[in-house]
Structures are given as C-alpha cells and as structure tokens.
C-alpha cells in the first residue's frame, strides 16, 4: 500500500479524496492555484503545495507541474480525481514513467475509450449495442453535416475526445448544423484542445443510464448496478439515482454484462462507468454511448446501495490488490438520489428575440431560461446533516467562488429504503442548504425533485429543458423585501442609552403627536424591478411595513442566534439565514437566497435619461470573457441576431440583439474580460426607423 498520494484535483473531489486517504492512513498531498491558496481542500491535506497562478492550463493541467509536486512531496501514486487530467491519458503514460502509480486505468484504456469514435468500434465488436451515428475520426464540417443529414434529424453533435456534456449539441433542423457545428468545435477545443466532433441519431425522450464497474489488475470484472442519470440540462447531469426507477432485474443484468464486456473489451483496471442511452419506451433496446474511465461526480449513489467506497478500491486496486468479492456478492439495498450544488443564477426571459443562450437555454413554450455562472464570497454556510444524508463539499465560509474552473461547489446525497423515503429526504436536506454570497440552483433543484413526473420516475432527458421555466422561483416574496427593510431600518435606529433614545436619532425623526413618519428603504434584486419599502416605527418593536403599493403589514424582526433572523409578518413567523454585505443583505430560506440591494432611483433616473444606454444597451449576464465578436459599430442586424458571445466555466452564451437596429457601440473585442452587467454593446433601433423615413421622402 503506498505512503503518499498527490491528489491532483480541487473543490469537493480532493476533498472527497482526502478523506478516504485519511481514513486509510495514508499522508495526503493537496494541489492548489493561486486562486486556492486557502480552499478547503488544501486546509483538509496533510501537505498542500502552489503549482501556478489561477489559469488551469498554468496550474491544474500542468502534468510537469503536478510531477514536480509529487516528486517534492514524496508521493508514490497520483489520483486525478474527475474533471482535468483524469481522463487524459497522455498525463497517465506521464506519471507511469516518473515511476508513480497513476490511480486509475491504464494509459491505453484511456486513450480507448476517450476517442468516442475507436471506442464505438471496439465496444461493437464485443457484442455491445451503439447508437447509429457517423463513422471514423477527423471529418470535416461538410461530412459532418452530410452525416447527419444521412442519419436524419434530430442529431446529437458530439466531441470525440471528452465529456460532460461540454460541447454536445441537439440540433433539430438541418439548415442550423453550419452555425451548431461551429459551436460545438469551439467549446470542444476550448475543453478539451480537441475539437474532432462525431454525430449520433438523437433518440427522442430518452433516458440517461450508467452502470459502475469496478476491475482489478487480476482479470475480475464486476458491475455494481445501474445510476439514472436523466435530469440533466445542457447536457450536463443535475440529479442522480440509484438504482434506475425504469429497469427490472432481468434489464439491470444485461446492461451490467454488456457493460463488463466494454471494460474487459479494453483491458480495464480500476472503476469506471459505461453510459447507455435507453428508449424511455423500450428499456432492452439500450445504446452504448461511451465509457467513462475514471470516478464519476455521481459515486456517491453507488457507494451508499453498495456498502463499497470506490475511492478506497480505487487506490487498493492501483496498489495491486485483487478484488477479494464476486458479482454474487455485489448486493443493492435502498435507494439512494444526489443533487449537484452549481454555482449559478437562473434567469427567465419572455421569449427567443432577448439576449440569451441559444445553447445555453431550457424551457418549452415562450418562455426560457439561461443559467448563467455565478461567483462571490461565501459567506455564510450550512450544510445539511442527519439519519440517511450524506454531503460531499469544497466549501467553507469565506470561499471566494470564480468563474475559473467548473461551477459545481457541492452534492448532496440521500438514501432511504425506497425511493420516495430517499426523495423526501433530499428536499429537506436542500431546505437545510445554505449557501450566501453566491447565487446556486438549489431552490430550483428542490422545485425539480418535487416535479410531478420525477416523483413517479418517468424521466428522460429533456424534462428539465422543457420544464425549466415552471421550476425557476418566480416573483420574490413580501416578507423577503420586508425583512431586508427591516435589517436596514434597525442599522439605523441608535442603541438605547439609560433606557431613553433622543427622538430626532430616529430615522423617522420627531412629529408632534408621535406618529411616526414613514422611513422608505430602496430596494432591488438581481434579475426583477425595483421595490420601495416603507417602515414606520422600530424594526424590533410593533413596526408597520409597506412593500411597495401594498397595505402596510405588522411586522418585528428579531436577531436570533449569528447567521439567523426572525421575521413576524402579519402574525406568523418566518426564520431567515442572513449575512450582511456592506449595505446590502443575503437572505436564505428553504434552499432559496435573494441578494437584496440598495437602489438609488436618482441615478437609475439619470441613467435613463442619457446618462447611460438604457434599453438598446446589452450587458454581460455573467462574468467571463468574450470569445467571439460577430458584428462591428455602424453594423445594422436584425431581431435576435447573434452579436458576440461570453464565456465563463467552459459554458457558451450568445448574447443576441434585442431589437432591430444599429450598433452604435461596441466596448469589447474578442478575449476582452467583462464584469456582470457590464455594457457591450449599444443597439439603436432609430437609426434604422430613420433610415427608413428617408427613404420614403426620397
């Protein structure tokens, strides 16, 4: 067994990682960019050392660097976690010949199974089913697109080399494979420095399903059931279950054989997961897609029905020790479901002529949705515990969160003796979640798992696409306004002294009559209208409070224990996590947060009227970079058109004009690094309407 492992990984999986090392007794060593200097992975590690600045490709992708770290370190092994260099196999054959043990399978399995075009064949040839789809590596755009046409529409876009839905693109109508291919080869290249793309027939409604193996270095190769891996958006998995609501037993064997037979196929070691994708409609007639070679974000589930901690036999397997169990063995009791924590701000828009994500956008109907990244400074934090829970983090109070590397911060994992016991249990676990300075989707995760559909397991793919918009909180609740009026209202009021307080200290001031003035508090969210609160009298006695144009309410708010406050509206209590930010305030209920601002309506005022660019101005939903600028200034473009694009944790968003128009301004180039809400570009729609009055006089 060895002495020392590097883990060359962050966030919640070195976390995750450590924490078997530990219970193995085995000295860990934790990697970090400047960026991670005081992350909680490099807090939880025996030993931590810099390898480079905040970029990924100078600091966590750096295979010289890690090596060196583990040579410093005195490390005999390296695990990679999930995510970087964990399925690349060039960083396998690397750490191999440094004479390291590389926690995982070998090079060549990896090189295999990564290339989705080799891995195809090879799996065919043994008897495992695949999706009908194109045929060898290195097509061009106009093969490419005369494949998908001979397939027929819909397809799916794929990188060759990769995963996690990065990438991936569903395209329904042939004149849009040009723009779609384009896309998909930058975010393939941008991912993965490779952008050979294949395309796959696009099954309708289908469903997401993995089977775990796990290999020894001893010819054994076992299955340990299947994960339902359905409810994803953009590609990319947010909740997952163990076992499948959808299989039967005789299913669940066949799928773990054929997913055997693709390990062996590629001399597999170590644990690794085959995804398939199953007709919702018909379960034996599953597919093939492609082999995971390394642990994946959803372990979790398979761990708690298994009774096995894969990293453990991850690292036992890498050591040489054979599996000391058979498939007879390998039992599944309860039910087990994770929510993927990401950091990231979900935004409605009416329809399809706003600036928003074509590819980044879910929701049927008129409506949409773009989930855009998020960051910030956690802080305050409270992770769910108790009977049947299980949290897997990288947070800690203080964490400041970036657009740097992926947004996942945590999971949160439940297992029960069935299903809706482990159901159950996940929403309230989501309802403890708390997570301040950073907007997450764990209010929207809770609205999903309560999704009629997902409570009965009939799941597919794009349920949460087409759903999305019903899911996203809507309008912010009275008593959200309310109690950050209140917080504000009492940062104003003066401490007692000697049980008298002047009454010209008040923020109502003094009136005859001692009726109190009423005080106004102007407030706004992220993503809604301004709201002016009015509060008379004082936050923590009998005050009145008017949201808006509503009847004033009586409300007192209290200060519970750090971190905790209790509003009494209208004569029930609500309980709020709180967390000032200067003069702004987090609130947190039930898995939901809101970032209550101060608004100075004199400066909106004067923005709007030529102190700014007001409506014709579009600003950058998220911080990122652009990487793709399409028009130039004196440019006319139409409704909806595509101007340019800002990316931010390997996620693409168009940003499209609002409007016909001119663009009358362009504050960026591409590789140009933009701030939230920071203006682009400026689309004028009187130019044109003035173009056209001309015209007609002429």
């Not at 070998?106 to 891995?119: P, V």
């Not at 019903?470 to 109690?483: K, Y």
Request: include cysteine; glycine fraction near 10%.
């Amino acid at each position: 067994m060895f002495d020392t492992v590097l883990v060359a990984n962050r966030g919640e999986i070195a976390v995750r990682v450590i924490r078997t090392l530990r219970a193995l007794g085995i000295r860990s060593v934790a990697v970090h960019s400047d960026a991670d200097a005081d992350a909680r992975h490099v807090r939880e590690a025996d030993t931590a050392v810099r390898i480079g600045p905040a970029a990924a490709s100078e600091s966590y992708l750096s295979a010289d660097r890690l090596l060196d770290a583990a040579r410093r370190t005195g490390a005999q092994a390296v695990h990679p976690g999930y995510g970087f260099l964990a399925e690349n196999a060039a960083f396998a054959a690397a750490v191999t010949e440094a004479g390291l043990t590389f926690i995982g399978p070998g090079a060549a399995a990896i090189e295999l199974m990564g290339d989705k075009i080799r891995a195809k064949e090879t799996v065919r040839t043994a008897g495992v089913p695949v999706v009908p789809g194109s045929s060898g590596s290195g097509l061009t755009d106009v093969q490419l697109a005369d494949a998908a046409r001979e397939i027929g529409m819909p397809v799916l876009l794929k990188p060759s080399a990769g995963g996690g839905g990065k990438g991936m693109r569903l395209v329904r109508d042939a004149s849009a494979l040009e723009d779609e291919i384009a896309a998909a080869r930058r975010e393939a290249r941008a991912s993965f420095g490779d952008d050979t793309l294949l395309v796959e027939r696009f099954v309708d409604r289908p469903r997401h399903i993995e089977i775990q193996v796990l290999a020894d270095g001893h010819g054994t190769v076992l299955h340990l059931g299947e994960r339902e891996c359905s409810l994803q958006r953009r590609h990319q998995k947010i909740i997952e279950e163990a076992p499948s609501p959808l299989l039967d037993a005789a299913t669940r064997a066949a799928m773990g054989e054929a997913a055997a037979d693709a390990a062996r196929a590629c001399g597999y070691r170590g644990a690794g997961t085959v995804e398939f994708i199953v007709p919702g409609g018909d379960p034996g007639a599953y597919y093939f897609m492609e082999m995971n070679t390394r642990l994946q974000v959803e372990h979790p589930v398979t761990e708690l029905i298994c009774g096995l901690d894969l990293v453990e036999w991850q690292v036992r397997v890498a050591a040489g020790e054979p599996l000391p169990f058979t498939q007879d063995d390998v039992t599944l009791t309860g039910h087990a479901v994770e929510a993927r924590i990401c950091a990231e701000t979900a935004r409605v828009s009416p329809g399809p002529s706003g600036a928003s994500s074509a590819a980044g956008a879910a929701g049927g109907g008129g409506a949409r949705v773009d989930f855009l990244p998020s960051a910030g400074t956690v802080l305050l934090l409270r992770e769910p515990d108790g009977d049947g829970l299980r949290t897997d983090s990288g947070l800690s109070e203080g964490t400041e969160v970036g657009t740097t590397y992926d947004p996942m911060l945590a999971k949160v994992i439940a297992h029960g003796p069935d299903r809706p016991t482990a159901l159950r249990r996940l929403r309230a676990a989501l309802a403890q979640t708390t997570v301040l300075g950073v907007d997450t989707n764990t209010a929207f995760l809770r609205a999903l798992l309560a999704h009629p559909d997902v409570v009965s397991g009939n799941l597919d793919t794009g349920l949460v696409d087409r759903d999305a918009a019903s899911l996203v909180p809507g309008a912010v609740p009275d008593t959200v306004h309310a109690a950050a009026a209140l917080l504000r209202h009492a940062a104003l009021e003066p401490s007692p002294t000697g049980g008298w307080t002047d009454p010209f200290d008040l923020p109502t001031g003094f009136r005859l009559g001692g009726t109190p003035a009423w005080t106004p508090h102007h407030l706004k969210l992220p993503g809604h209208d301004p709201v002016t609160v009015h509060v008379r009298g004082r936050a923590a006695d009998a005050a009145e409070v008017r949201v808006g144009d509503a009847e004033p309410v009586p409300a007192r708010l209290t200060a519970l224990a750090p971190g905790r406050v209790q509003l009494e509206w209208a004569g029930q209590t609500q309980t709020f996590t709180h967390a000032p930010a200067g003069e702004d305030h987090w609130l947190g209920q039930d898995g939901a947060a809101w970032h209550v601002r101060a608004h100075d309506p004199v400066a909106a005022a004067l923005r709007g009227a030529g102190g700014g660019a007001g409506v014709d101005a579009l600003t950058a939903p998220m911080p990122g970079t652009v990487t793709v600028v399409k028009v130039t200034t004196g440019e006319e473009v139409a409704a909806g058109q595509a101007l340019l694009v800002v990316e931010a944790m390997k996620m693409e968003h168009v940003i499209a004009a609002p409007h016909a128009g001119t663009v009358t301004a362009l504050d960026v180039t591409a590789g140009t690094a933009v701030a939230m809400d920071q203006i682009l570009a400026v689309v004028d729609p009187r130019a044109v309407a003035e173009d056209t009055k001309e015209g007609e006089r002429a």
